[in-house]
């Protein structure tokens, strides 16, 4: 069988406002059916990356790519694209059937053919029986959904996810997420979700691309994001992690020595370093392990003192922030995920904290 394109395919794309660069040379594709995710901080580039892709803002230079044809003629009504934005933008007046028609009037769709299509898109966010409500008659999450089937009723090549669920309350989002997840599999549609929350983006994806600053940092599945950051910026924007700087003193393999204020810490070095250079170090909160003062932990490479600055309870887990005075000001973050069976520390406690080479990452400073 003939090998087909790649769904979204972009080749060094940019964007430019004036002399401000919002997306800076954008390289990646996307094969068709899979969930990509472009996870950032906030001005990064993610909606401009988006609205090129659906057609309503061109790039400065560059190409993409849809179904293997350039688009760059297409306007954003011919190209097969299904767009949820972060407002919804669903028509207040009409009802939930009227919302989801409405895509499918615009394309031309056999007028006996609709209603059997706003019913079975209907069905699949379950909203079946709320086709007459008003929108304002409907829950947020119940907005969601109209806006997803009316997104999806004309069987677009790609769906595109704008912050959707950024107006929702927690709990709801988190339902949402994974109510995403099972209509994406069902419907096996592209999809290219943008986000700034990590956790939706891990839940979400089969791939996720880290911005910052117009840029992509990092293009990897959930798990190897998260286990291999490729840079500082994407370990420090991905879980909880605590960053220490300093200097190095010894390197040996991939293990490197770096001196913190009145410490010497050890870590795990992706790339080579010279005695003398700059770095920062990165831990993850679960990485680390908290102990009762005076404790000696055996088999860990690191173990620093420490007094208890902030205890956060989370039900399922305990957060410590911890300031160990020979690292300076900088604190760091503990998880405890059996805070129902383990020695709770309080605010102020003394408590000895440990970790191992592995974990520490270390890159260059940015
Ligand atoms: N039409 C425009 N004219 C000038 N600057 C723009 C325009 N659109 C976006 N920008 C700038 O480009 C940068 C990226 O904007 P963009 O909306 O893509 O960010 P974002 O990653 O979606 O952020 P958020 O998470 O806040 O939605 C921002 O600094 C923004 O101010
Ligand atoms: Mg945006």
Redesign the pocket.
Known sequence: MENSPPLVELIDVSKR?GR?I?VDNANFSLAKGSVLTIL?P????????LRMIAGFESPTSGEIRINGEPVQAVPPYRRSIGMVFQNLALFPHMTAGENVTYPLKMRRFPPQDIPELVERYLGIVRLTGMKDRRIHELSGGQQQRVAIARALSFNPDLLLLD?PLSALDKKLREEMQLEFRRIQQKIGVTTIN?T?DQREALVMSDEIIVMADGAIQQSADPVSLYRHPSNMFVASFIGLTSLVKGTVVQTEGTTVEFNVDSTILCGNAGSRFEVGQSVEGAIRAEQVRIHPEQTRPEEMDNVLEGVVSEQIFEGDRMVYQVQCPSLGSTPIFVFDHDPTHHVLHRKGDSVVLSWNVRDLLVYPCR
């Open positions: 406002f401000f919002a950032g906030s001005g990064c580039g993610k909606t401009t990356l912050e943008v700034h």
